[in-house]
């Protein structure tokens, strides 16, 4: 029973609400492409416009995220990966959810830091935020690296699901789990297609002109 608890704690929290909160971030940035920066800024608006909208994300949000990203790197650390020796698809996943768990770890406070830790320290507003992924992800390096973070965070969410529903007893035989294996890879793709394409929105002249703005009015304040 040693870490039991633990691991359990551990898997339902990757699932909820830090699962939840990743289709949230999802719909809402995908509003970038469906609906343009005044879609994207109103999906923003909205969500900082709950109510007790700072202990909402502390409570589900970052408090979670700590427990399941540190806990996580320490699952990471004691794996014993022996994908070389036992080449199949469960192993081959198995060794997959701990390699983008990492890197999915650290691109959240990458991204946190580019985006929420900003608005914290007043250097930008949220409604700025549209203006600041659109300078990220116009560099072809950073980019990219956004690209491999959200499809590793997509994949570690759900092969994650996978797992989770396995391990708590709610798909039991195999054919239970062969399909709901089918259904959280083809729900890993649709997510990263949607991540992807709000990313490409990002890239439109609309953001662009509101980094434009952005920059010429700090220019003339400073």
């Known amino acids: 029973m040693k870490g039991y ?16 909160f990743l289709l949230t971030h999802m719909i809402t940035n995908f509003k970038a492409f469906d609906g343009g920066k005044e879609g994207f800024d109103k999906g923003v608006q909205f969500i900082n416009g709950l109510p007790l909208i700072f202990f909402l994300e502390l409570f589900l949000i ?3 995220l700590m427990y399941h ?4 790197l320490y699952i990471a650390y004691q794996a014993n990966n022996n ?6 698809e469960r192993n081959i996943r198995f060794t997959l959810q701990r390699i983008t768990g990492v890197i999915t770890f650290v691109f959240i406070i990458w991204h946190m830091y580019d985006t929420r830790f900003q608005i914290a320290m007043g250097n930008i507003t949220h409604d700025e935020l549209g203006a600041v992924i659109h300078g ?6 950073l980019y990219v690296l956004y690209v491999i ?4 965070a997509t994949f570690h969410f759900a092969n994650g699901l ?43 002249s609309e953001f662009q002109a509101a980094t434009a703005f952005i920059d010429m009015f700090k220019t003339v304040l400073s």
């Open 83 to 88: 994908v070389g020796n036992y080449n199949y």
């Open 149 to 152: 973070g959200i499809i590793s």
């Open 62 to 64: 970052w408090l979670p």
């Open 162 to 204: 996978w797992a989770f529903l396995v391990s708590w007893g709610i798909t039991v035989g195999p054919r239970a789990q062969r399909v709901s294996s089918y259904i959280c890879m083809g729900l890993f793709v649709l997510m990263s297609v949607l991540f992807i394409l709000a990313m490409t929105a990002f890239k439109n």
């Open 69 to 72: 990203g540190v806990y996580g």
């Open 136 to 141: 990220i992800v116009s560099n072809p390096i």
């Open 5 to 20: 608890y633990s691991r359990k704690l551990h898997s339902l929290l990757g699932i909820i609400p830090l699962g939840a």
